[in-house]
């Protein structure tokens, strides 16, 4: 009898199943999914492997995994390869879990705006109490429009384009006195050239002597004499005497008058 016994334990054991018994295969693929990413930062900081080691590695460790829950596994108490990948129930569990929703969603739309509502009555009473609290501190004024001023900035506005274009007249003869200042600077800073000397050495009666020197410009007005007094002075002063003035004197021997 106890070789009976035991006999039928050792095949109660053998029979015995250890596999986890599960409704779908939903479940079980959202948990491995989790544990992958787990198991994905297992060989991080292992600097001694290589990169494709490393790939390689982590590659097999999931394969081994994922193998490993599927054998340990029974959906509906068939093997993991031979259960359908959809079950009929969780379409039932959805269809009856989205009408759930649906009722939950009504009571609360019809019970919500009841409790709510004493909650918004409430604040607003509170918040208009306390808007009577505030006083105005500066009261406000009507303000009146003065008619002078009104008929001064009518007038200015009126007069505004006349006195741009005077403006821009203005500029434009601006412009132009100060290029015919530039023009006669220009002028006035242009030195004679050597046939004006010479014409001027014949006029004044200098005897082709280049290193004389020219009369004064401002001789005349400063003594009050006129021109041609003036070039008689400076004639003199190279000891030249016109013989119609003087004609017994001889030409070196003449005294400024």
């Known amino acids: 009898m106890a070789t009976v016994e035991t006999e ?9 199943e250890y596999r986890v018994q599960i409704r779908s295969k939903k479940q ?17 900081g292992q600097t001694e492997i290589t990169e494709d080691t490393k790939r ?24 993991w390869e031979e259960a359908p990948d959809v079950e009929e129930d ?3 569990d959805l269809g ?20 709510i509502l004493p909650h918004v009555v409430h604040s607003l009473k509170a918040e208009r109490k306390l808007m009577g609290l505030y006083e105005h501190a500066v009261k406000p004024q009507e303000v009146f429009k003065d008619p002078d ?54 006029v004044f009666g200098y005897n082709g002597q280049s290193d004389a020197p020219l009369p004064a410009a401002g001789a005349a007005e400063r003594n009050k004499q006129p021109i041609k007094r003036a070039v008689e002075e400076a004639a003199a002063t190279d000891c030249y005497v016109p013989l ?8 070196g021997e003449g005294e400024p008058e």
């Open 244 to 251: 119609a003035k003087k004609p017994d004197c001889p030409a």
């Open 149 to 202: 001023q009104e008929s001064i900035m009518g007038d200015l506005s009126a007069a505004a384009p006349g006195m741009v274009k005077q403006a821009i007249q203005v500029i434009k003869s601006i412009n132009t006195l100060q290029k015919q200042a530039e023009g006669l600077c220009e002028i006035l800073n242009m030195k004679p050239s050597h046939a004006t000397l010479e014409i001027h050495r014949e």
């Open 96 to 115: 009856s879990l989205l009408d759930d929703t649906i009722v939950e969603t009504t009571r609360r739309r019809r019970t919500y705006p009841r409790q």
């Open 56 to 79: 390689v590695l982590l590659e097999e460790l999931l394969a081994n995994f994922e193998a490993a829950v599927q054998e340990n596994v029974l959906v509906n108490g068939h093997p």
């Open 28 to 44: 079980v693929v959202g948990q491995m999914n989790k544990y992958k990413d787990i198991l994905k930062s297992a060989l991080r």
């Open 90 to 92: 969780e379409d039932v």
């Open 8 to 16: 039928s334990s050792s095949s109660d054991e053998t029979n015995q």
